[in-house]
């Protein structure tokens, strides 16, 4: 379905058009205005290569990104693609080198992206090689704007980006100086491959109601519960999100809420070993759970003691994946890195919650691709004006995400246009009425 054709008949976007989440020709535009346009993109941390010439590989968006630390120190993001004849230069996820060669023609770039040889440049006995007018110091790999802050790097395609601690804003800023208060250091990876669109993991993540209606692990053994503690806050532009709860303090009366469905406190339930269950606690605050999805790609979590960062990396219209980095302190004991590898298993592809979420993007992808003209429904926690919730079943936040995402490519939900669209029945319809 092209852009100018799906109808966004809500101004307050509490009805998501499926359509788009099929479209490629709103995949081509998201490439462009999004992951090209004025945000800011998490790369990795710096932890992950703390010494010259370490490297990192990475995406933005469809965009394969070196993340390459020079003699100086100094991290550079460089477009990942030789500038000879296109093709990815650094193939390897990371790595330690001098420099960086493609390997199809051997063009050989300083660890800061500028072109240093050619092989056979001036040919052979006089033939062939570049002309003589050809000059290396003119070619440089692209290069994005980087702003490293506490240890998470970041990059932009756009000069017109504001700096980074404005669009990340306060309230992001105080969770990430929350979880990055001391050096980490990483513990390890997983990748999760997702059949589904990339902006459907990011409404799962904005989505704190159903992290206790979805994921019955956190439910039935009380690391989420939709009856604790907790809420979700937004920066002033709604697009990204910051869920929160405090495990142990609801009870048995959260059955009266959960009812409908199932109990929450069921006695039959148990774990033999409930060491993954355990919150040793670290921070100042009773806060137990953050999930802080920031726009477009990157969520930090704590889930009791588990942290990561989780990447979306694009795969298409159709597929993502997530890209998990665990980390913990670097004055973390052998039994705190113990403790964190182990509530590791509740993330990643095969995670105790983690799984629900890829199955949940995989089964709305599936069925809304037959449902291109109707729309999802996003009104738990309220219409209209899209504000911070003082507890967990709300969905606001998803609302948020596509406020940002309309303005970044110019759609203007509600409009008298989408409006008239919107009011045009389908011949399914009709036929119905
Ligand atoms: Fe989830």
New binding site residues.
Partial sequence: METQTISWPAKDLSRIPFAMYHSPEVYAQEQERIFRGPTWNYLGLEAELPSAGDFITTVIGDTPILVSRDEQGKVHALVNRCKHRGAVLRREACGNAKDHSCIYHQWRYSLAGQLESVPFQRGMKGEGGMPADFDKSKIHLDELKVEVYKGIIFATFSAQAEPLLDYLDAPVVYEIDRLFAKKIKVLGYQRQRIFGNWKLYND??RDPN??GL??MFHATFGLYRLSQVGGAKLDRKHRHNITFNQLGTDDAEANAGYSDTKKVFQSEYQLRDTAMLQNKKEFADPVTLVILSVFPGVVFQQIANSLCTRQIRTRGLNEMELYWTYFGYEDDDQAMTDHRLLQANLCGPGGY??M??GE?VEIVHKASFTAQDQHAIVEVGGKGEIRDSGNLISEMPVRGFWSYYCELMGIEPGSAEMAKQAAAQTPLQKAAA
């Fill in positions: 799962n993540v159903h992290g979805l994921h919650i983690s629900e979420d949940a």
